[in-house]
Protein backbone atom coordinates (compact mmCIF):
# COMPACT_ATOMS: atom_id res chain seq x y z
CA UNK A 1 0.00 0.00 0.00
CA UNK A 2 1.14 3.43 -1.12
CA UNK A 3 1.67 6.06 1.57
CA UNK A 4 -0.15 9.55 0.47
CA UNK A 5 1.30 12.72 1.75
CA UNK A 6 -1.18 15.47 1.73
CA UNK A 7 -0.13 19.38 1.74
CA UNK A 8 -2.64 21.76 2.84
CA UNK A 9 -1.62 24.06 0.22
CA UNK A 10 -2.27 28.12 0.96
CA UNK A 11 -3.56 30.30 -2.48
CA UNK A 12 -0.58 31.48 -4.51
CA UNK A 13 -1.83 34.87 -3.12
CA UNK A 14 -1.08 33.73 0.26
CA UNK A 15 2.28 33.00 -0.65
CA UNK A 16 3.91 36.29 -1.67
CA UNK A 17 1.82 37.62 0.73
CA UNK A 18 4.11 36.07 3.63
CA UNK A 19 7.04 37.30 1.35
CA UNK A 20 6.35 40.41 1.13
CA UNK A 21 5.66 40.41 4.87
CA UNK A 22 8.93 38.24 5.54
CA UNK A 23 11.15 41.12 3.42
CA UNK A 24 9.42 44.03 5.16
CA UNK A 25 10.60 42.34 8.67
CA UNK A 26 13.59 41.31 7.69
CA UNK A 27 14.12 44.48 5.43
CA UNK A 28 17.22 43.76 2.50
CA UNK A 29 18.58 39.99 2.43
CA UNK A 30 22.29 39.13 2.03
CA UNK A 31 23.02 35.65 0.81
CA UNK A 32 26.56 35.00 0.71
CA UNK A 33 27.61 33.73 -2.78
CA UNK A 34 30.16 31.98 -1.85
CA UNK A 35 28.75 29.29 -0.34
CA UNK A 36 26.89 27.85 -2.82
CA UNK A 37 24.51 26.03 -0.21
CA UNK A 38 23.76 29.29 1.75
CA UNK A 39 20.85 30.50 -0.57
CA UNK A 40 19.35 26.79 -0.26
CA UNK A 41 19.36 26.61 3.30
CA UNK A 42 17.89 29.81 3.76
CA UNK A 43 15.22 29.36 0.96
CA UNK A 44 14.92 25.73 3.14
CA UNK A 45 14.51 27.76 6.51
CA UNK A 46 11.29 29.70 5.04
CA UNK A 47 9.62 26.55 3.51
CA UNK A 48 10.00 24.89 6.26
CA UNK A 49 8.97 27.66 8.91
CA UNK A 50 5.70 28.35 6.43
CA UNK A 51 5.09 24.65 5.06
CA UNK A 52 5.76 25.47 1.75
CA UNK A 53 7.13 23.60 -0.99
CA UNK A 54 10.44 25.05 -2.68
CA UNK A 55 8.93 25.80 -5.89
CA UNK A 56 6.29 27.73 -4.81
CA UNK A 57 8.31 30.05 -3.22
CA UNK A 58 10.84 30.20 -5.53
CA UNK A 59 7.65 30.71 -8.13
CA UNK A 60 6.43 33.93 -5.55
CA UNK A 61 10.45 35.34 -5.79
CA UNK A 62 10.32 34.94 -9.26
CA UNK A 63 6.69 36.88 -9.83
CA UNK A 64 7.93 39.67 -7.57
CA UNK A 65 10.43 40.04 -9.39
CA UNK A 66 8.66 40.27 -12.36
CA UNK A 67 6.06 42.40 -10.97
CA UNK A 68 8.63 44.62 -9.97
CA UNK A 69 8.40 44.50 -6.25
CA UNK A 70 11.93 43.11 -5.54
CA UNK A 71 15.29 43.90 -7.04
CA UNK A 72 17.69 40.90 -6.67
CA UNK A 73 21.15 42.42 -7.08
CA UNK A 74 24.55 40.40 -7.17
CA UNK A 75 27.64 42.35 -5.90
CA UNK A 76 31.30 41.21 -4.96
CA UNK A 77 30.19 37.30 -4.48
CA UNK A 78 27.32 38.36 -2.69
CA UNK A 79 23.30 38.30 -3.76
CA UNK A 80 21.32 40.85 -2.15
CA UNK A 81 17.48 41.08 -1.92
CA UNK A 82 14.98 44.28 -1.47
CA UNK A 83 12.01 45.42 -1.74
CA UNK A 84 11.59 48.16 -4.45
CA UNK A 85 9.36 51.22 -3.22
CA UNK A 86 6.34 49.60 -5.60
CA UNK A 87 7.28 46.43 -3.16
CA UNK A 88 7.28 48.64 0.00
CA UNK A 89 3.88 49.98 -0.90
CA UNK A 90 2.23 46.88 -1.99
CA UNK A 91 3.81 45.05 1.87
CA UNK A 92 2.19 48.51 3.20
CA UNK A 93 -1.02 47.65 1.85
CA UNK A 94 -0.72 43.75 3.30
CA UNK A 95 0.05 45.84 6.60
CA UNK A 96 -2.69 48.08 6.56
CA UNK A 97 -5.30 45.59 5.67
CA UNK A 98 -4.17 43.07 9.00
CA UNK A 99 -4.81 45.66 11.27
CA UNK A 100 -6.65 45.24 13.73
CA UNK A 101 -7.28 46.96 17.25
CA UNK A 102 -7.26 44.91 20.44
CA UNK A 103 -10.23 44.14 22.98
CA UNK A 104 -8.61 44.23 26.26
CA UNK A 105 -10.16 42.70 29.27
CA UNK A 106 -10.73 45.52 31.03
CA UNK A 107 -11.98 49.00 29.55
CA UNK A 108 -10.00 51.61 31.15
CA UNK A 109 -12.94 54.28 30.77
CA UNK A 110 -11.12 56.32 28.15
CA UNK A 111 -12.52 57.21 24.56
CA UNK A 112 -10.43 57.66 21.59
CA UNK A 113 -11.06 60.31 18.99
CA UNK A 114 -10.20 60.45 15.68
CA UNK A 115 -10.64 63.90 13.99
CA UNK A 116 -9.27 64.57 10.45
CA UNK A 117 -10.00 67.39 7.84
CA UNK A 118 -8.69 65.79 4.55
CA UNK A 119 -8.42 67.83 1.50
CA UNK A 120 -10.76 67.42 -1.46
CA UNK A 121 -7.09 66.82 -3.54
CA UNK A 122 -6.89 63.98 -1.38
CA UNK A 123 -10.23 62.61 -1.71
CA UNK A 124 -8.78 59.01 -2.43
CA UNK A 125 -7.45 58.68 0.65
CA UNK A 126 -9.74 60.40 3.02
CA UNK A 127 -12.24 57.77 1.76
CA UNK A 128 -9.97 54.98 2.34
CA UNK A 129 -9.13 56.31 5.67
CA UNK A 130 -12.61 56.54 6.28
CA UNK A 131 -13.48 52.95 5.49
CA UNK A 132 -10.22 51.89 7.37
CA UNK A 133 -11.41 53.21 11.03
CA UNK A 134 -15.12 51.85 10.31
CA UNK A 135 -13.17 48.41 9.75
CA UNK A 136 -11.63 48.82 12.91
CA UNK A 137 -14.57 49.50 14.61
CA UNK A 138 -14.84 53.14 15.13
CA UNK A 139 -18.28 54.32 15.32
CA UNK A 140 -18.85 57.99 13.42
CA UNK A 141 -19.95 60.78 15.82
CA UNK A 142 -19.95 62.93 12.83
CA UNK A 143 -18.41 62.88 9.17
CA UNK A 144 -14.94 63.60 10.36
CA UNK A 145 -15.17 62.91 14.12
CA UNK A 146 -14.92 58.94 14.92
CA UNK A 147 -14.76 57.46 18.53
CA UNK A 148 -13.28 54.22 19.68
CA UNK A 149 -12.56 52.69 23.81
CA UNK A 150 -9.75 51.08 23.07
CA UNK A 151 -6.64 51.95 23.34
CA UNK A 152 -5.45 52.01 19.55
CA UNK A 153 -2.62 55.21 19.14
CA UNK A 154 0.09 52.39 17.15
CA UNK A 155 -2.61 51.76 14.79
CA UNK A 156 -3.75 55.24 14.30
CA UNK A 157 0.10 56.23 13.75
CA UNK A 158 0.40 53.58 11.49
CA UNK A 159 -2.33 54.64 9.21
CA UNK A 160 -1.15 58.48 9.86
CA UNK A 161 2.32 57.33 8.04
CA UNK A 162 0.73 54.67 5.22
CA UNK A 163 -1.89 57.65 4.18
CA UNK A 164 1.28 60.38 4.45
CA UNK A 165 -1.22 62.74 6.74
CA UNK A 166 -0.23 65.70 8.88
CA UNK A 167 -0.97 65.95 12.26
CA UNK A 168 -2.83 68.82 11.18
CA UNK A 169 -4.76 66.69 8.76
CA UNK A 170 -5.44 63.92 11.32
CA UNK A 171 -5.54 63.30 15.14
CA UNK A 172 -6.07 61.23 17.88
CA UNK A 173 -7.23 62.82 21.23
CA UNK A 174 -8.22 60.86 24.56
CA UNK A 175 -11.15 61.97 26.82
CA UNK A 176 -12.06 60.49 29.66
CA UNK A 177 -15.38 62.74 30.38
CA UNK A 178 -17.53 63.14 27.20
CA UNK A 179 -21.01 63.26 28.73
CA UNK A 180 -23.89 60.72 28.03
CA UNK A 181 -22.14 57.34 26.89
CA UNK A 182 -25.22 55.21 27.07
CA UNK A 183 -25.77 54.55 23.65
CA UNK A 184 -21.72 54.15 22.53
CA UNK A 185 -21.89 51.63 25.57
CA UNK A 186 -24.59 49.55 23.99
CA UNK A 187 -22.67 49.81 20.66
CA UNK A 188 -19.52 48.96 21.34
CA UNK A 189 -20.86 46.17 24.25
CA UNK A 190 -19.08 47.83 27.42
CA UNK A 191 -20.12 47.76 31.10
Known amino acids: MTK????FRKPK??????TLHWLL????????????????NLLKNFTRKKKYKSKQVYDAFYKLRRRGCIKIEKKNHQIYISLTEKGKKKAGWLQI??????????WDRKWRF???????????????FRG?????????????????????????????????????EMRLILAEDIGKTDELKKIFKLN
Not at 25 to 40: D, K, M, N, Q, R
Open 114 to 128: VIFDISQLKRFYRDA
Open 25 to 40: VAGAVTIAATSPYFGL
Open 132 to 168: KLKELGFYPLQKSVWIHPFNCRDEIELLRDFFGLTEK
Open 4 to 7: YKYY
Open 13 to 18: SEIIKD
Open 97 to 106: DALRIKRPKR
